[in-house]
């Protein structure tokens, strides 16, 4: 079965700097990726996904992945943080199968 | 457009009531799905539905009932609610036409506490 793994319960980074969130995968088949956001009392945002192609990902609010299939990781990453990045975020894959797994998610919090 | 809407928003439960959560969707989607999450422990999914009539389990379906009878709705059930399913619920609805690249669309959420 499907599972992600994000192994930092939180990320603290300055605004402006850059910053990344962890995720690996584990998948029997070809990986279908996807970062979602989600901000206090609210369902999830969709961010970003990967499913063939460029390993670069592009996604929302300056938002990128990179997928690398050696290293099973999806990492996200952006390159100036910015206070209202704070929120919470989850790592998801789709195998074979039509459900999603999630992440426990990683809390970014960005200081001014 | 509403997207994904979830009713009630909140709601306190003693142990052994039951009770059903209503999910509704405007976006034709095919697929629906329920989750919970749970500090520390994200998403887990509890049951999915890949069309009208159709339900099948997830990671955490015990405890749990779900019916499908219109696309646009997917109703979460609790027979006799208990303590540990205390917890915040999540709907999603997902479109099949794109299969496994279609990102999921989220309701707000039920905040759901057991006594």
């Known amino acids: 079965a499907q599972s992600v793994a994000q192994p930092e319960d939180q990320v603290n980074v300055a605004e402006g700097n850059p910053l990344t969130v962890k995720c690996t995968y584990s998948?029997?088949?070809?990986?279908?990726l996807f970062w979602y956001v989600q901000y206090p009392n609210r369902g999830l945002q969709f961010l970003l996904k990967y499913i063939t192609g460029d390993n670069l990902v592009k996604g929302s609010y300056g938002f990128e992945a990179e997928f690398n299939k050696s290293q099973t990781s999806f990492h996200l990453k952006k390159p100036s943080a910015l206070v209202s990045d704070s929120a919470l975020y989850f790592c998801?894959?789709?195998?074979?199968?039509?459900?999603?797994?999630f992440g426990a998610g990683t809390r970014l919090t960005v200081k001014p | 457009n509403a997207g994904v809407t979830q009713t009630p928003k909140f709601r306190v439960l003693k142990t052994g009531q039951s009770m059903t959560l209503l999910c509704a969707q405007d976006m034709n989607h095919e697929y629906m799905y329920w989750y919970r999450q749970d500090p520390g422990m994200g998403l887990r999914l509890i049951h999915y539905?890949?069309?009208?009539?159709?339900?099948a389990k997830g990671e955490v379906p015990d405890g749990y009932n779900v019916s499908r009878l219109k696309k646009q709705n997917f109703l979460l059930g609790l027979e006799s609610a208990a303590p540990s399913q205390t917890s915040v619920y999540f709907c999603?609805?997902?479109?099949?036409?794109?299969?496994?690249?279609?990102?999921?669309?989220f309701g707000n959420g039920t905040r759901l506490t057991v006594t």
């Open positions: 998948v029997s088949g070809n990986p279908y």
């Open positions: 539905s890949v069309g009208e009539g159709t339900t």
């Open positions: 999603a609805s997902s479109y099949s036409r794109e299969g496994r690249n279609s990102p999921l669309h």
């Open positions: 998801a894959v789709r195998d074979i199968g039509n459900d999603m797994r």
